[in-house]
């Protein structure tokens, strides 16, 4: 009986032995052969395998919250996600990772951020970031622009991009310069300092003029560039904008005075060369306040609407130039 017992238990671990040696060649050969990888669908299509699903999704996954190359990216929206399935795969099947991350950047649909300036909940203008939309909003506060309670910020999610513009310019576009009660005398005729260019020539371009400009007063636009009518013998060569007689005029920007008096049909006129060829006129004024030679800064107040010269009424009529030329005043103010 003994005998018999060690003769089933040798046999047991001859077979538990031969079992052993061919799981362990077995589960050699499979590694030999084949490596144990992830094959990914998307949609349920089949669209390749990765070796390192933690790794490709995580590229995903960074992807989604922070775009990939272009600014601005809020987030990206991708609607089907990858699935994977664990499976054995030949050792000469390459994953390919790349394209499965491109597949799913082309179904990707883009968020960009950025802030809308409003002036009356009017969408005016688009800076980048949060930082030069309080910027420009803290420049019309320090300035004390009229409009200041009428400005405001808000937040943009869209599929494009807008275009962007500096909080400088920003500032210089929205501005308006608060009214000045200004005492102005009689009106009356100066004698011209300085000497000014009357020509009649006029040009429909829009030179870069290397200069911020800001409006020289607020009012009602009643007469525009390139107009014929018949107080005048031809096109216009400036901007009419009407407001009360004696109201400040601001300079459009920063220069020197090379003509104060007064010019003809003109009336009282007063002009600022900016450089670079660049000159505003200043027509039919009540009161000159600067003389040619001075320099003035951006706003600072240099004369007071009137309606001397040939005019209807009380207006600025403003001129800008180029080398002499005219130019519409609206390709960069109003």
Same mark, same amino acid.
């Given at each position: 009986m003994?005998?018999?017992i060690?003769v089933h238990t ?5 077979f538990v032995?031969l079992f052993l040696?061919?799981a362990?060649?077995?589960v050699?050969?499979?590694?030999? #052969?084949y490596k144990p990888?992830y ?10 395998y *990765? ?7 995580k ?9 990939d190359?272009e600014?601005?990216i809020a987030?990206?929206q991708?609607?089907?996600l ?5 499976? #054995?795969?030949?050792k000469d =099947?390459?994953a390919?990772d790349?394209?499965?991350?491109? &597949?799913i950047?082309e179904?990707g649909v883009?968020?960009?951020?950025y802030? $809308? ?7 005016k ?10 910027k420009?909003?803290?420049?019309l ?6 409009n200041i309670?009428?400005?405001?910020i808000?937040?943009?999610?869209e ?7 500096t909080?400088?310019? $920003? =500032?210089?576009? #929205?501005?308006v310069?608060?009214?000045?009660k200004?005492?102005?005398a &009689? ?5 011209a *300092?300085? @000497?000014?260019n009357?020509s009649l020539n006029? +040009? @429909?371009?829009a030179?870069e003029?290397? =200069?911020s400009l800001i409006r020289p ?7 525009r560039?390139?107009?014929r ?7 216009? *060569?400036?901007l009419?904008i009407?407001? @009360? +007689?004696?109201t400040?005029?601001g300079?459009? $920007?920063?220069?020197?005075?090379t003509?104060?008096g007064?010019?003809?049909?003109y009336g009282?006129l007063l002009v600022?060369s900016?450089g ?13 306040y600067?003389?040619?030679?001075e320099?003035v800064s951006?706003g ?5 609407v009137g309606s001397?010269g040939?005019?209807?009424g009380?207006?600025l ?6 080398d002499g030329?005219a130019?519409?005043p609206?390709n960069? #103010?109003?």
């Amino acid at each position: 009986m003994l005998k018999k017992i060690l003769v089933h238990t040798k046999r047991s671990i001859k077979f538990v032995v031969l079992f052993l040696i061919s799981a362990f060649l077995m589960v050699g050969a499979i590694n030999f #052969l084949y490596k144990p990888t992830y094959s990914v669908f998307i949609n349920g299509e089949h669209v390749g395998y *990765t070796e390192n699903k933690a790794s490709l999704q995580k590229r995903i996954n960074d992807y989604i919250k922070n775009g990939d190359e272009e600014g601005n990216i809020a987030f990206v929206q991708v609607n089907n996600l990858p699935e994977y399935k664990l499976c #054995l795969l030949k050792k000469d =099947i390459v994953a390919n990772d790349e394209e499965i991350y491109s &597949k799913i950047k082309e179904q990707g649909v883009k968020y960009f951020r950025y802030y $809308a300036i409003l002036e009356n909940q009017e969408e005016k203008f688009y800076v980048p970031n949060f930082e030069e939309a309080e910027k420009v909003v803290n420049g019309l506060k320090d300035k004390k622009s009229t409009n200041i309670d009428k400005i405001s910020i808000l937040e943009k999610y869209e599929t494009s991009m807008k275009d962007f513009i500096t909080s400088d310019e $920003a =500032i210089s576009k #929205l501005y308006v310069e608060p009214v000045k009660k200004v005492t102005v005398a &009689k009106t009356t005729s100066y004698v011209a *300092t300085g @000497s000014v260019n009357t020509s009649l020539n006029t +040009s @429909s371009g829009a030179p870069e003029l290397g =200069i911020s400009l800001i409006r020289p007063i607020s009012g009602t636009i009643t007469s525009r560039f390139g107009v014929r009518s018949s107080i005048r013998s031809s096109a216009h *060569t400036g901007l009419d904008i009407a407001t @009360s +007689s004696g109201t400040p005029i601001g300079a459009a $920007a920063s220069g020197t005075v090379t003509f104060s008096g007064y010019k003809g049909s003109y009336g009282n006129l007063l002009v600022i060369s900016h450089g670079n060829g660049v000159q505003t006129y200043y027509a039919h004024c009540s009161a000159l306040y600067v003389t040619a030679g001075e320099s003035v800064s951006q706003g600072q107040t240099i004369a007071a609407v009137g309606s001397t010269g040939n005019s209807t009424g009380p207006h600025l009529h403003l001129e800008i130039r180029v080398d002499g030329v005219a130019y519409n005043p609206q390709n960069y #103010l109003y």
